[in-house]
């Protein structure tokens, strides 16, 4: 079974600063999917950025960017110039390529506060 | 619709009584996932449907947990005689119009408050 882990409860960055988030996974797979989710106060869950594991090309949102490193199963999400509204919850979470639409394994999240 | 419309938005039951929550997954979207995300913030896989089918429900608590996905209707989630810790916001989720879409779009949650 698939695991993610996210070792940082909470977080907090000034205002246009820049903030990493760390994440690992733990697979036998190949073939997957790992997406970072922004939940902010009022529940949404907002995709943020997304990578497949088959692209050695760190995926770039933006202000929002990833280190993706295969071989140590890790997916850091690093957040530039922060701001305000970046204020969340944010999760990391793992979907399996090769079985068909599974659904997606979540981390426990961290919070992020962005201070002014 | 383009986004999944889930109600109700909160919902408030007594120890014991049943609770039933809807999703309207995004039209033409083939899965729809439950998740329910505890006061912890974790979440956790319920279950999912391939149209009206079952895919997967190795997350569903078997005993006073069921869902449907019928044709023409919001899918649903029931909790037969609700307990203290099923107190949690749910999330549906629907993806794929195509076999492997990858992203899953979400629903703003139904808060379940069981007292």
């Known amino acids: 079974a698939q695991t993610v882990t996210q070792s940082q409860p909470e977080m907090s960055v000034q205002e246009a600063e820049t903030v990493t988030l760390s994440c690992t996974y733990d697979?036998?797979?190949?073939?997957?999917?790992l997406f970072w989710y922004k939940q902010p106060p009022s529940r949404q869950m907002i995709l943020v950025i997304r990578q497949e594991a088959y692209k050695q090309q760190n995926a770039t949102e933006n202000r929002f960017s990833v280190n993706f490193q295969k071989a140590a199963k890790s997916f850091s999400l690093k957040i530039s110039d922060s701001q305000l509204g970046d204020t969340a919850m944010y999760f990391c979470a793992f979907r399996n390529r090769n079985s068909g639409n599974t659904p997606l394994v979540f981390g426990k999240g961290t919070r992020l506060s962005v201070i002014a | 619709g383009e986004e999944v419309a889930q109600t109700p938005k909160h919902l408030v039951r007594g120890e014991g009584q049943k609770a039933k929550l809807y999703c309207a997954p995004i039209k033409g979207h083939s899965y729809v996932f439950w998740y329910q995300q505890v006061l912890k913030n974790e979440f956790k896989f319920l279950i999912s449907f391939q149209n009206e089918n079952v895919f997967d429900e190795t997350g569903m608590p078997k005993e006073r947990f069921s869902a449907k996905c019928l044709p023409n209707s919001p899918c649903s989630l029931e909790i037969q005689a609700t307990k203290l810790e099923d107190s949690a916001v749910y999330f549906c989720?629907?993806?794929?119009?195509?076999?492997?879409?990858?992203?899953?779009?979400f629903g703003q949650g139904t808060r379940l408050t069981v007292v």
């Open positions: 697979t036998s797979e190949s073939n997957y999917y």
């Open positions: 989720a629907s993806s794929g119009r195509q076999f492997l879409d990858t992203e899953a779009f």
